[in-house]
């Protein structure tokens, strides 16, 4: 079977939209499965649609990656994005040709630092994961094993060298990294790097005057590659495709930017689900609240309960009503946000849920819930507190299920709790895991007492919630003696 390329697809009967040819106008650090399913699928239809007319140079972020295979395919690569609709398995399938060519600059520095010279390269983006953006002292000018900050600084710094202060010859800087605030935080690195390696006060200013470091929320579930299903889907496109990638077809991508960008971006215009706002705080709560905090309130308990992958807790008619009760019932009404939005909002995020081709594991998920707990349930819960004068039962029983769950003991540096007599480990910060280790083989009164003080992990006096370190208390007590089911069942009822 051929290797996917520009030849192959002509050789079909009816071959699928590509564009062959265009100039770069986007850089690109990264080429893993998010971005490829998420912000080259945008741009790849802004090119069908006559909106943008370029293509993608990806530099490859880490030494080893995938650049070597997109090459081989000619950046060519398979989407698929499959849900459930209304009842009905959508499958909608892509070939994306907005990549023209991925980079490794740790081989090819020069060939990097060569696109700075390219009069029509206007946007940068960037997913180096949470831990790519940093800033380190011992970073040198263009050393390539330096951070993604300091490697940006150094194309930037060739940018300028290029075109000194020519108008327009900035960038549009996408950060697409999972922490707050992260192309304000990005912005800072750079302007650190510029003066740790004494760069000219002009170059600083340029970077501020011609360059717009734009925050983003993205959000869009990329489950990869399908080891296995990918043989029968080459089979069926008469190709192969190494990395096919898949995803839900649920997206939204809200840009931190000036006006002005959006005669650039035509996103809108394309009818595709990005906005450029001068703030994303609305939809980073939205999704925050709703969709992550009802995630990280089931994710502990149905673990607990038995179940392993989180569309099956969504398949269960107890866990099903529960997350949808957190939604509507404690989340929504507790959120100062437009009401038909959140409603909309919600239901979908029930659909992405429940979606029979996403298998996230409940115990992936589980993954630093201590942080999780206090950044996506306990603002809402304090907010129905002071609203409503009452406890949100099922967010109060978040918290209990989150001590349940954590009830662990140290072996070898690593923590291991127990479910139905069979052990799970518990990941957390180090710190986190040895104050559980302490304290969770207490009584339950005791033990919610020592979670409640210890504010390093919430920094909020709970005793400004009446009754909260009590109910707490009782839900953990039930989780004990009739297990996290029977428990939750007598909540719903009440």
């Keep these: 079977m051929a290797l996917l390329s520009y030849q192959t697809l002509e050789g079909q009967k009816n071959p699928p939209y590509v564009l062959k040819e265009a100039p770069e106008k986007i850089l690109q650090f990264g080429e ?33 990656g995938q650049g070597e295979q997109l090459n081989r395919q000619e950046g060519l690569y398979t989407l698929y994005l499959r849900s459930m609709e209304n009842g009905q398995l959508i499958t909608k399938k892509r070939v994306v040709s907005v990549i023209s060519r991925v980079i490794n600059p740790y081989h090819e520095k020069q060939a990097f630092l060569d696109c700075a010279k390219n009069p029509e390269l206007r946007v940068i983006v960037s997913n180096t994961t949470e831990a790519g953006i940093a800033f380190r002292e011992s970073d040198q000018m263009g050393d390539m094993n330096g951070t993604f900050p300091a490697k940006l600084t150094a194309f930037l710094w060739e940018r300028y060298q290029n075109f000194g202060e020519e108008p327009g010859k900035g960038f549009l800087i996408l950060s697409c990294e999972l922490i707050d605030n992260n192309g304000a935080v990005l912005r800072e690195y750079v302007e650190r790097y510029a003066g740790l390696w004494g760069l000219p006060e002009a170059f600083v200013r340029w970077i501020a005057a011609e360059n717009v470091f734009c925050s983003t929320l993205v959000d869009r579930i990329i489950t990869g590659y399908p080891h296995g299903e990918a043989p029968g889907m080459n089979e069926a496109n008469s190709y192969e495709d190494r990395l096919i990638d898949t995803g839900e077809p649920f997206a939204f991508w809200a840009i931190e930017g000036p006006e002005e960008m959006k005669e650039e971006l035509l996103f809108e215009e394309a009818g595709l689900p990005v906005v450029i706002v001068p703030s994303q705080s609305g939809f980073k709560k939205r ?57 909309r909002f919600a239901n979908s995020c029930l659909e992405r849920l429940r979606n029979p081709f996403i298998a996230h594991r409940l115990i992936d998920i589980s993954l630093n819930s201590v942080p999780k707990w206090r950044a996506r349930i306990l603002p809402t819960l304090k907010d129905y507190a002071q609203k409503y004068g009452t406890l949100p039962k099922r967010l109060t029983f978040s918290l209990a299920s989150l001590l349940a769950f954590y009830r662990c003991e140290e072996r070898d540096g690593h923590f291991y709790g127990r479910r139905d007599g069979v052990e799970y480990e518990v990941r957390d910060d180090l710190d986190t895991l040895r104050f559980f280790a302490a304290h969770s083989q207490k009584p339950a009164a005791e033990y919610v007492h020592a979670y409640v003080e210890a504010r390093q992990f919430h920094g909020t006096d709970f005793s400004a919630i009446p009754g909260f370190e009590a109910q707490v208390t009782k839900y953990l007590e039930g989780t004990q003696k009739g297990g996290v089911r029977k428990t939750l069942e007598a909540m719903m009822a009440t």
């Design 287 to 343: 999704k925050v609240r709703i969709l992550n905090g009802s995630q990280t309130a089931s994710t502990l308990a149905a673990y607990l309960a038995g179940i392993e992958l989180e569309r099956d807790y969504m398949n269960d008619p107890l866990f099903a009503a529960y997350t949808r009760g957190l939604m509507f019932d404690e989340i929504l009404p507790a959120t100062d946000l437009e009401p038909e939005d959140m409603k």
């Design 32 to 64: 893993g499965n998010f971005l490829r399913g998420f912000v080259d699928y945008f741009f790849d239809i802004l090119n069908e649609k006559g909106l943008f007319h370029g293509k993608c140079v990806v530099i490859q972020p880490l030494e080893q």
